[in-house]
């Protein structure tokens, strides 16, 4: 009888111990804000959290009608360089007029290397840093405009062919009233907020593909903003000489100066009339940026006097030269159209002289 109420005593001393081991575990994940006590939800591979600072993961985005957050994610891993996560909202509202808004917001993270092809490459690379982009803080190798973003990742995420890899952040907002669509602001809290999502969710993605830097990457310091408001009212955009226009033409053109820095330049040049892009000019020397370009600028000068290797495609223009031991890359996107190759060797020599370089474009002339 003593041996049976002994083996009772063990038995609930055990189960007592279990007990308490789960209730001090319970008490260790709720002071991390973890899984049970926490309730929080998480989402692009546990790098973003509900409520943590930006209005598309705080609770009041879901206070509309039917409102929901939805996310569906594919993590990268050792074998699969590549991975995409996708955080929607939607929801319906009534506007002053009684009438059904139906609102909608996605944010997109992409992992994975540059596109192969070098006209998608080039488009690609454009639509992150030109137009309104600026660079990212603390020397990362990226840059955003508050709805789009970019970072390359350190060179040990690098795929086989040696292209870089990036993680990109795209996001779309729309209001939707029946009869008419307008764009919407996506929530994301601006691109210094941006700059910190993009840096979280790339820690997390190198973690899952198994090239995680020793120190994670991190932003300290304030984005910088760009340099001068849109400019509609104008006959030499971005007070480059050799970007003139008539005053005809400028009447239905806005132009805006992009980031101006050793390492980044840009002037993007639009129609008024919604027609878009006239041409997107960009220089780009920061050594991981510039990465991106290796194996699609060609072997030999794009034209006769040009310095450097390029190509001259029907929709882009692309040219690479040594500058002081570092290479110097000057990128033109334009719908064929548009004859830009005096503009692209304006902009060219302008941004070479600016830095130090000597003249990329035939007829150049140094400093």
């Not at 510039?290 to 072997?299: E, K, N, Q, R």
Request: hydrophobic share 35%.
């Amino acid at each position: 009888m003593k041996q049976l109420m002994g083996g009772v005593r063990r038995r609930a001393v055990l189960v007592g111990g279990a007990v308490a081991a789960l209730v001090v575990a319970g008490v260790g994940t709720w002071a991390t804000d973890t899984w049970p006590f926490e309730g929080k939800d998480t989402y692009c591979w546990d790098a973003w959290k509900e409520d943590s600072g930006p209005d598309f993961l705080s609770g009041d985005a879901l206070d509309g009608d039917n409102a929901r957050r939805t996310s569906k994610e594919t993590a990268p891993t050792p074998r699969r360089q590549r991975g995409r996560c996708t955080v929607a909202l939607r929801s319906e509202r009534t506007d002053s007029d009684y009438d059904k808004v139906e609102e909608e917001t996605e944010i997109t993270v992409t992992y994975g290397p540059a596109p192969e092809g070098a006209a998608p490459r080039m488009e690609w690379i454009g639509g992150y840093l030109g137009d309104r982009a600026m660079p990212l803080p603390d020397g990362l190798p990226g840059a955003t405009d508050g709805r789009h973003a970019l970072l390359v990742l350190p060179k040990g995420c690098d795929t086989r062919d040696g292209r870089p890899t990036a993680v990109t952040l795209d996001s779309t907002a729309r209001s939707d009233y029946g009869d008419t669509t307008i764009s919407a602001d996506a929530g994301l809290g601006g691109s210094q907020s941006v700059a910190r999502l993009l840096v979280a969710v790339a820690n997390r993605a190198m973690e899952k593909a198994g090239c995680a830097p020793a120190k994670p990457l991190e932003v300290v310091s304030p984005m910088a903003t760009l340099p001068e408001d849109e400019e509609d009212f104008f006959t030499r955009a971005c007070r480059i000489r050799g970007l003139e226009f008539g005053k005809d033409a400028a009447r239905d053109l806005e132009y805006q100066v992009g980031a101006v820095t050793r390492d980044l330049q840009s002037c993007s040049v639009r129609t008024q009339s919604g027609e878009g892009r006239y041409f997107d000019a960009l220089m780009v020397s920061q050594p991981r940026l510039s990465a991106l370009f290796d194996g699609a600028t060609g072997s030999k000068a794009p034209a006769r006097g040009w310095r450097g290797t390029g190509v001259f495609a029907d929709d882009y223009k692309v040219v690479r030269a040594d500058c002081a031991g570092r290479p110097l890359t000057v990128l033109m996107l334009a719908p064929s159209p548009h004859e830009t190759t005096p503009y692209f060797a304006a902009f060219a020599d302008a941004v070479a002289r600016r830095v130090g370089c000597a003249p990329v474009a035939p007829g150049g002339t140094g400093r």
